[in-house]
């Protein structure tokens, strides 16, 4: 099968999650994704190090299908080799402020006066036009000011999620947005500006708690893990372990009942619908604590099952390594890296095509592993490429 994308030439100067994964996903459909990256290493290879050299998992995992390229682009003869790549270039993607894209010459403006239907991918912290336009950020700042983190955990204490959901969300969304620019390139010829923001994530995602707040003004506070529009909707420990319920909706509520055999739930006037039931979900949950305690997660999962009602086992990561349904998928692929004391199980694509290519089809770079290999595809010499590695540019 051929790939969507297949043809299509991606410089990733990306850096950590947002647009290393939104180059990855290009990656995915079939674009040629050339990672570049500093001459010693960028930083976010060395995340939560997992191989002997230092590179990390997250690397692992954002920069499958990738060819490596190390470059110093602030160098003269470095921004010309920016120049010819994106001569053969169709996307550039960048996580950086504008100021430090413009010192770049990775700028739209820039670009353009090289390549006038190239495509650029900007993603940042805070997104332009406001006052926050060159701070730096991370995820967990995107969650905190969204108000999401405000709502996690407990009233006393805010509580930031342990795996970054905004850099991924706007990888995602960046990601659209790079697919609808190529879309409208092949109606007008011409490329554009995506721009995204890992802010502009957060508040999308937590946008039905800010309506809720501005029209209603609820000012909710942090509840753990019990859900505060519906019930039951909580974590229960159970003899061996944890399991996590959630029940949206009349019918499953009145499933819920007839499990736990007891009817006069659906009489009681502070159960009347989700947001009645959410509002007194302590005593819900309650209940649902004390059946919960009596069973196993295997016995309190298979019940809840026949009860149709959802739920889900607390696993840590082993045991999420371990679940058959899983393994059974085969979407956490086994690949090797120089220098892992074992293979890696990196996630797959997040979805599939029925008549095309979609996937994982080799391992992430080590550092400048197919540098001499791009080099040569824009035209330098043996000898252009020695010395472009004397003087540090590569």
């Given amino acids: 099968m051929a790939a969507v994308l297949d043809g299509v030439r991606v410089l990733d100067f990306g850096r950590y999650i947002a647009g290393p994964f939104c180059a990855a996903l290009l990656a995915d459909l079939g674009a040629d994704v050339i990672r570049v990256e500093k001459v010693r290493g960028s930083e976010d290879r060395f995340v939560v190090p997992v191989a002997s050299g230092g590179d990390g998992a997250l690397f692992l995992q954002v920069n499958r299908n990738k060819r490596g390229l190390t470059l110093n682009p602030m160098k003269p003869d470095g921004q010309e080799v920016v120049r010819r790549l994106v001569l053969t270039a169709d ?128 000012n909710r506070v942090a509840t753990l893990n019990r859900s505060q529009i519906s019930a039951p909707s909580d974590t229960h420990r159970t003899q061996d372990g944890w399991v996590l319920v959630q029940s949206l909706g009349q019918p499953l509520f009145e499933r819920w009942t007839k499990l736990m055999g007891e009817s006069h739930w659906l009489d009681d006037p502070r159960f009347t619908d989700d947001m009645a039931r959410g509002d007194n979900g302590e005593v819900i949950s309650e209940r649902m604590s004390r059946w919960c305690a009596g069973r196993t997660t295997a016995e309190a999962l298979a019940e809840l099952e026949e009860a149709r009602i959802p739920a889900g086992p607390v696993y840590s990561p082993q045991q999420t390594l371990e679940d058959p349904h899983v393994v059974a998928t085969g979407f956490l692929r086994e690949l090797g890296f120089p220098g892992l004391p074992s293979d890696a199980p990196v996630a797959d694509a997040p979805f599939s095509l029925s008549d095309s290519e979609v996937g994982i089809r080799h391992r992430a770079p080590v550092l400048g592993e197919h540098t001499d290999e791009i080099l040569r595809e824009v035209g330098y010499t043996a000898a252009e490429i020695s010395a472009l590695r004397d003087a540090r540019v590569v």
Avoid: C, H
Wanted: glycine content about 10%.
């Fill in 91 to 218: 996307v550039v993607v960048a996580n950086l402020p504008d100021t430090a894209l413009e010192a770049m010459r990775l700028d739209y403006a820039s670009l353009v006066t090289a390549k006038p239907d190239i495509i650029l991918t900007a993603l940042s912290a805070f997104g332009s036009g406001g006052s926050y336009s060159e701070k730096l950020g991370f995820d967990g700042i995107g969650q905190a000011m969204s108000g999401a983190m405000y709502l996690s955990g407990r009233s006393t204490e805010p509580t930031k999620s342990y795996v970054p959901w905004v850099d991924f969300t706007t990888a995602l969304s960046a990601t659209v947005g790079t697919l609808a620019a190529l879309m409208a390139r092949r109606q007008t010829g011409r490329g554009q500006q995506v721009r995204g923001s890992l802010l502009a994530s957060a508040l999308s995602v937590a946008n039905s708690t800010l309506i809720e707040q501005q029209v209603a003004s609820r």
